[in-house]
């Protein structure tokens, strides 16, 4: 059964806010590759076609839970990934929980895992079996992650393989290889007062010496009671402590059902801005160290109605200069609808619902978008978008004119990643299509890979290798390789 929440799906170690050179050749170390978010990589030498049952071009693989949809982030020479603990590795940690696992990046191996119980209020806040469902986001060897129970944690990506109990935190009950080593923690229920709809998931995202986070505060059971209107929507934490710097609540009473994108950080306009969709259905910009909102456009069109054709924003933003790129969406349980993809001019301010409408891409335009958890990929002029529906849109970046629409015939979680002349695209049938980047007036489909399982997350590239997450297994893709049977 599919999953009743969206995952949304994390900086070469440091702070910068732009997408860093070397992006995908070097380590890829937070959801998107880079505060921007933009799903694209400079990777050269990956290839097309590979065979996950003969072994060719694969490198390695390894055994995940049975639901997986925290993307793969891979620095220090360790890639780590949110699943599930139906795959139990711990005999002292039964049951169903949420994890975080770790893997040598060269090898496969098995390093260390954070488990964590669900929490006893159940579906309301986390639901069952679907794990740790984000991204972590890695700097000088400290990952930021957020769990199923609504904490972020700050852990070193060496666990105790280092010998060492690093940081303040010093009670950890389990201090073996495979334990984590935690540096902080910061509990957004408790803190703050977040009640996560069905399940907490936020990819952090830095900047300088901050991280941002969405609460995922939301409805409860009812889907009508908003328990915590006055809790944030948002949160700045400082990343060498955990102390909370910043928060903002604009969906107050509004939020629609639950708040599950994440956010994005980029200059606009020569201000650092942290950009989140949010689950009222708008998109806000915030200053990035003081947190004043500078900027807020609603993405539905005003005489929209919640479920029908209102949606709450789900997909994470893409800041490319002066502009950020996002749709709308809604929990993948509701079903297909109509949708909406955006150029937002974010050097605006106040209400820009209609001065920083760049271009429209949805309803009622015929054969556009439908709801999008999804995130962009723009490069040399192009975006390319999924759609839920199981449609990849490829448009004019400037004009978002429509070049063309290429039917996947199976619904899409995955993003786009756009590397080495190839955009690669994952699907519920478990195929990784591969279509040849360009302005061609069609699609031009490469290859169809099947990975012999579900594809809910996005293919990335670290250090010349793909990495490819299905339900239950991650696998290194790279040119020549042959894994040993």
Known sequence: MLSRFVIVAALVAGTQSAAPAGKGIKDWPMWGGSPDR?????????????????????????????????????????????????????????????????????????????????????????????????????????????????????????????????????????????????????????????????LANSSPVPHNNLIYVSTGNGQDESHVNIPSPKAPAIVALDRTTGKLMWEDGSPGDKILHGQWSTPAVGTIGGVVQTVHGQGDGW????????????????????????????????????????????????????????????????????DITKTGQIWHYGAPLANAIRRSISTASVKDGLIYY?????????????????????????????????????????????????????RDPKPVVLATNEMGSSVYSTVVTANGVMFIMTRNNLYAIQQGAQIKR
């Open 38 to 198: 933009n799903m694209v990589s400079d990777a050269t030498g990956l290839p097309t076609e590979w065979d996950v049952k003969t072994g060719k071009n694969v490198k390695w693989v390894a055994a995940l839970g049975s639901q997986s949809y925290g993307n793969p982030v891979v620095a220090g020479g360790v890639v780590l990934v949110g699943t599930n603990n139906e795959a139990v590795r711990d005999p002292k940690q039964p049951g169903d929980r949420g994890v975080l696992m770790a893997f040598r990046e060269a090898t496969g191996e098995f390093m260390w895992q954070a488990t964590f119980e669900k929490l006893s209020s159940g579906r309301a806040n986390d639901w069952p079996f679907q794990g740790i469902a984000s991204s972590p986001l890695v700097i000088d060897g400290i990952a930021y992650f957020v769990s199923n129970r609504a904490v972020v944690h700050a852990v070193d990506i060496q666990g105790f393989h280092d010998n060492e109990n690093d940081g303040p935190f010093k009670e950890e009950k389990l201090t073996g290889k495979s334990d984590p080593d935690v540096i902080w923690t910061f509990d957004m229920m408790e803190e703050v007062g977040a009640f996560p709809h069905n």
């Open 283 to 350: 998109v806000r910009g915030y200053e990035a160290v003081s947190g004043k909102k500078l900027w807020e456009f609603d993405t539905n069109p005003k005489d929209a109605v919640w479920p029908r054709t209102r949606n709450e924003v789900i997909s994470t933003p893409v800041i490319v200069g002066d502009v950020v790129y996002i749709a709308n969406g809604q929990d993948p349980e509701h079903g297909e609808g109509v949708g909406h993809l955006y150029a937002i001019d974010a050097t605006k301010r106040g």
């Open 386 to 438: 999924p759609d839920f529906s199981g449609f990849l849109h490829c448009l004019d970046v400037k004009t978002g004119k429509p070049l063309w629409v290429h039917d996947m015939f199976a619904a899409m979680w995955s993003s786009t990643l756009v590397a080495d002349g190839k955009v690669y695209l994952g699907d519920e049938d478990g195929d990784v299509v591969v279509i040849k980047h360009g």
